[in-house]
């Protein structure tokens, strides 16, 4: 079974501030990707970045951008040049292969605050 | 990418009766998930829903509370049966395109309330 830990119950940042959200994890698969969703008081689940596990190079999109460590079993994402529109609920969450194919197991989350 | 819709947005229920959650995808999909989000916490996965056959349930739920249908590829029902408080939560239906799982998408959202 998957266990997903991260550590920042809330964070807070200043607007054009760039901030950081950790997550560890703990896996037994060898092959799997790693997601970053956002949840905006809408409640609608986003996609903000995926990584896959067997690639070195972290994944970037535009301001979005991860530190993945898979010998720690770490996977943080950090926000660059933040905005109003990135204050959210953030959930980590692998996505392994092999008995657990495709199911998510999601982190406990961090409520990230960005202050005008 | 993926469109889903889901049945209903939200509810308002008395104890001791169910409902039914109804998720529509704008297109065939593999795998469809069902996911529950208690008040203030992250989302834990409910069950796997089977094509033509008996969901697939995570430790800690089970058919009779949680029973699940997928008649085609498209659709799928989620019902919360004999309900009490602690079921208020929102149930979330998810999916992942053929042969993909590179990422997963996410419908609305039910939020249930039970009085």
């Known amino acids: 079974a998957q266990t997903v830990t991260q550590s920042q119950p809330e964070m807070s940042v200043q607007e054009a501030e760039t901030v950081t959200l950790s997550c560890t994890y703990d896996t037994s698969e060898s092959d799997y990707y790693l997601f970053w969703y956002k949840q905006p008081p809408s409640r609608q689940m986003i996609l903000v970045i995926r990584?896959?596990?067997?690639?070195?190079q972290n994944a970037t999109e535009n301001r979005f951008s991860v530190n993945f460590q898979k010998a720690a079993k770490s996977f943080s994402l950090k926000i660059s040049d933040s905005q109003l529109g990135d204050a959210a609920m953030y959930f980590c969450?692998?996505?392994?292969?092999?008995?657990?194919?495709?199911?998510?197991?999601f982190g406990q989350g961090t409520i990230l605050t960005v202050h005008p | 990418s993926a469109v889903i819709s889901q049945k209903p947005s939200r509810d308002i229920c008395q104890r001791g009766t169910s409902l039914t959650i109804q998720c529509q995808v704008d297109?065939?999909?593999?795998?469809m998930f069902w996911y529950r989000q208690q008040p203030g916490q992250s989302l834990t996965l409910i069950a796997t829903?089977?094509?033509?056959?008996?969901?697939?349930?995570e430790s800690g739920f089970v058919i009779d509370k949680f029973p699940i249908s997928r008649p085609n590829l498209t659709f799928s029902t989620l019902t919360v049966s004999n309900m009490s408080p602690e079921d208020s939560s929102i149930y979330l239906c998810s999916v992942t395109l053929s042969g993909r799982v590179d990422e997963q998408f996410f419908g609305p959202g039910t939020r249930l309330t039970v009085l």
């Open positions: 297109s065939q999909v593999t795998m």
């Open positions: 829903a089977n094509q033509g056959s008996e969901a697939t349930y």
């Open positions: 969450a692998p996505n392994a292969g092999g008995t657990s194919y495709g199911k998510l197991t």
């Open positions: 990584q896959e596990a067997y690639k070195q």
